[in-house]
């Protein structure tokens, strides 16, 4: 088999507090529904991602992982999630509010649920004026004070409330309360999980007409009341650099502004590579592999590219759309198409485990 960088179908969904930008955003046709999310690379089971490139086109996404995990996942990434592909990454359009809402951790949605946490992170593209969005609560309160102002509809008085322009990014671990406002487009890189709490969703139907669902009672178990000092995400910009924007144990993203070409070696981090194009077009170029002398893994890497390791044609990949890297092709070069391009990548940074089994290891040996 050979594996090359994976373009998507278009997985829009559509919801009550959706808008009319997406579409357009990824060059599609206008919509008459309000699309609220563009599910970019998916492989939870209600909502999966079909290949629409290459020999694997029309392919689902979660078949063809369960066939080639080590090579697309990654071996590390493989066997910690053992075959599922753990991330799920997303456009959101919000014209409206959100529900005040909060995700459950790993041990409470499996309890639950038998799946995966949810703990994500935003990245804004556009911002009308006086935009804003919750995260988090800005004094301590009780869970009997929760509750009472669930029941009041006063809930928002005691969130952090924060005022945002494109480039804001915010980390939403499991057991932040959240929400984002009306007049907002994002990228949103999760775990692998479609598991939410709605806590308040200010007494409005959905789009069947009825009042959609609460689930309070869960959300107050899997609500963290620690208020924290600052929500939002500090971060350097600066352009033609891979900038870390959130580094955390589910996932590592990164943020690059570039008007010329960059190469992009992550094979050390044995994990596959989500990308994002944020904003102007941009070409992908897997890097050639000479096979004599390498290591296994290496050469590995050779056989599943083009016979004689020469690369497949270029990637174009369009702004507004996303491509899924597999691992054991994780080496390459982006070059902006019409002046500069902005684009997200989402990966598990498997340095860390890495560094610490070394650590312990030289520990040991001392």
């Not at 509010?97 to 593209?125: F, T």
């Amino acid at each position: 088999m050979h594996f090359y960088p994976l373009l998507f179908h278009p997985n829009l969904h559509s919801v009550v507090w959706g808008g009319s930008q997406l579409c357009p955003y990824k060059g599609l046709a206008p919509s008459d529904e309000p699309i609220g999310e563009s599910w970019e690379v998916s492989a939870v089971p209600s909502s999966t991602s079909i290949i629409s490139n290459g020999p694997l086109v029309g392919r689902d996404l979660i078949s063809v992982v369960t066939e080639h995990p080590d090579a697309i996942l990654g071996k590390a990434v493989n066997a910690k999630y053992h075959g599922q592909l753990p991330l799920l990454v997303k456009f959101i359009d919000a014209k409206r509010d959100l529900s005040i809402q909060v995700h459950p951790n790993d041990e409470m949605a499996q309890r639950e649920h038998g799946k995966m946490g949810k703990s994500e992170m935003w990245y804004v593209i556009k911002a009308d004026p006086g935009a804003h969005l919750y995260a988090g609560f800005k004094q301590q309160i009780t869970p009997y004070e929760y509750q009472r102002r669930i029941e009041d509809g006063t809930i928002t008085e005691v969130l952090a409330d924060h005022q945002v322009k494109a480039g804001d990014v915010f980390y939403l671990p499991a057991g932040r309360v959240h929400a984002i406002c009306g007049g907002i487009l994002l990228a949103e890189v999760q775990q692998s999980s479609d598991v939410t709490y709605r806590i308040f969703d200010y007494n409005r139907p959905g789009l069947d007409g009825k009042p959609r669902e609460l689930h309070t009672a869960l959300a107050a178990q899997a609500l963290d009341f620690h208020v924290e000092a600052n929500y939002r995400t500090v971060y350097p910009e600066t352009t033609n650099r891979a900038v870390q924007i959130i580094d955390t144990p589910f996932f590592d993203v990164r943020v690059m502004e570039i008007d010329k070409p960059k190469h992009r070696d992550m094979r050390k981090y044995d994990s596959f590579v989500i990308s994002m194009c944020l904003e102007g077009d941009c070409e992908i170029r897997l890097r050639p592999t000479v096979t004599s002398g390498l290591s296994p893994l290496t050469s590995l890497r050779a056989t599943l590219l083009p016979s004689g390791g020469r690369t497949p044609s270029p990637l174009i990949l369009k702004a507004g759309h996303s491509t899924l890297i597999p691992a054991v092709i994780a080496d390459y070069d982006v070059l902006p198409l019409h002046g500069k391009s902005k684009i997200l990548d989402a990966f598990i940074d498997n340095q860390d485990n890495l560094g610490d089994k070394i650590t312990k290891f030289l520990h040991i040996r001392a």
